[in-house]
């Protein structure tokens, strides 16, 4: 048993230690911000190769603010606050490249790099940024496209240092502080009553505990994993409420994120899964036989469902919840020819405060539900049966 | 987006709609009936809210 618990919890920490290189700038190109692409390639052939081809849209136009939303929700490789869209400046700060392309290649990604498509020089080689992706070039840049007006030149391995991974380390070192004072305090005293944030940090703590794991895994077993669901609780509920801040991140809305966090559940739940689980997965008991055949490929397929579902409902929430509030305050600028600009300022205000309120129940909820799903399909998979 | 994809997703989302109306419905008369039973209630709603989203999103991504 011990050694299953130690390797368990091995297991987690490398896999949260390799969870940057999962989560990696390769996120597809949307196929809005490529229908966009077309749009102003139209209008302005010159832009055709620069990052920012929305820089010859209208502020107030649908095409940018669909543009921009698009942008914020996918990782980059440059920390943008804010921009002016006028004057084509991001204000923010370069991060490191990291490539793996014949030895490891590192230098610092700067507003030109990402926005204007300069062509960086770094140990013989050429890289241009292209639509959130790093591509091999000539000295002058040249990207070839194919008919899908996909670009055909060659990617190096990229695991840099981009938005998401800012996002992570933050959470973090936010944790790492958080649970270090918490643990202090039961170390001097385990009567103590915890003082600052770990006065807060607590009662979640009890709530994970007594709501979560206790009642869905079981009095004698729950203790092993409460590692890994109060690091994915705790994790999941930090990212999403970092995601409300001006900070601009949108970790849990990548979804990356989520798949390796649906992959941990996922391998927590086979890797503690006992004879009876496995028993009904693949010859269902108390069923006739040839029900046991029909039933065994469904089984097997809920095996991936489950993390499936997990991972998509994530996702899919925050994107959706960020997509919805970039709107509210794009209603800002679309609407400031037919509410004027004070009218359109305060009704995308009200708007978003409305939202963000919402979003930040959303944000417990979305942590709440993963951890006590994880919780629930850990406790099927290490029920005891009483045998029938 | 293709009129089918929007018909589609348009479709499931009354489904959705359908079944956290019922869902909720049900909880409320449940909670109704046994207010001293309303916080197991709501877990289990608040679940199978959940399951039923994950379903939906699934659906929309996959089909949009």
Not at chain 1, 85 to 95: I, M, N, Q
Not at chain 1, 296 to 318: C, D, H, Q, W, Y
Not at chain 2, 2 to 16: C, E, Q, R, S
Not at chain 2, 50 to 60: C, I, M, P, Q
Request: proline share 4%; hydrophobic share 45%.
């Amino acid at each position: 048993m011990v050694t299953i618990k130690k390797s368990l919890h091995l297991l987690t920490a490398a896999l949260f230690a390799l969870m940057p290189l999962v989560s990696n700038a390769e996120t597809p190109v949307v196929s809005a911000h490529d229908s966009l692409h077309a749009v102003t390639t139209e209008t302005s052939h010159e832009t055709h190769d620069s990052h920012d081809t929305h820089a010859e849209v209208d502020p107030s136009s649908r095409e940018f603010v669909q543009a921009y939303t698009e942008h914020h929700l996918m990782d980059d490789h440059y920390y943008s606050f804010f921009g002016n869209a006028e004057e084509h400046k991001h204000y923010g700060f370069g991060l490191p490249v990291i490539l793996i392309d014949n030895g490891l290649k590192v230098f610092m990604s700067t507003e030109d790099f990402v926005y204007k498509g300069t062509v960086v020089e770094n140990g013989g080689q050429h890289y241009k940024y292209y639509h959130g992706k790093i591509y091999k070039t000539d000295a002058a840049g040249t990207i070839s496209y194919d008919e899908h007006h996909h670009p055909t030149n060659e990617k190096p391995f990229d695991i840099s240092i981009t938005k998401n991974v800012v996002g992570l380390l933050l959470a973090t070192v936010l944790l790492f502080l958080g649970f270090t004072a918490l643990a202090k305090t039961y170390k001097s005293s385990p009567n103590n009553l915890p003082k600052g944030i770990a006065r807060a940090l607590e009662p979640l703590v009890i709530y994970v505990r007594d709501e979560m794991a206790r009642p869905n895994i079981g009095e004698k077993k729950y203790k092993k994993y409460m590692p890994y669901l109060l690091s994915v609780f705790f994790l999941i509920f930090l990212l999403n409420l970092l995601g409300l801040t001006p900070l601009g991140l949108n970790v849990t809305g990548n979804i990356s994120i989520t798949v390796c966090l649906a992959l941990f559940t996922f391998l927590y739940v086979n890797f503690s899964g006992n004879a009876d689980y496995w028993k009904h997965i693949f010859w269902m008991p108390g069923v006739p036989w040839p029900m046991k055949i029909v039933l065994a490929p469904i089984e097997v397929l809920g095996m991936f469902t489950k993390p499936f579902s997990l991972l998509i409902r994530l996702f899919a929430n925050i994107t959706a919840g960020h997509s919805v509030v970039m709107g509210l305050i794009a209603v800002a600028f679309v609407m400031k020819q037919t509410l004027t600009t004070p009218g359109a300022v305060g009704v995308s205000f009200l708007l978003t405060l409305f939202l963000t309120v919402l979003e930040l129940l959303v944000a417990f909820l979305q942590a709440f539900i993963f951890t006590m799903l994880s919780s629930l399909f850990i406790g099927s998979a290490v029920e005891e049966h009483d045998h029938h | 987006m293709t009129i089918p994809n929007l018909v589609g997703a348009g479709l499931i989302v009354i489904g959705a709609g359908i079944g956290l109306g019922k869902i909720g419905g049900s909880a409320m008369d449940a909670i109704a009936r046994q207010p001293e039973a309303a916080g197991k209630i709501q877990t289990a709603m608040i679940i199978i809210g959940a399951l039923l989203e994950g379903l939906a999103f699934g659906a929309l991504i996959l089909g949009a």
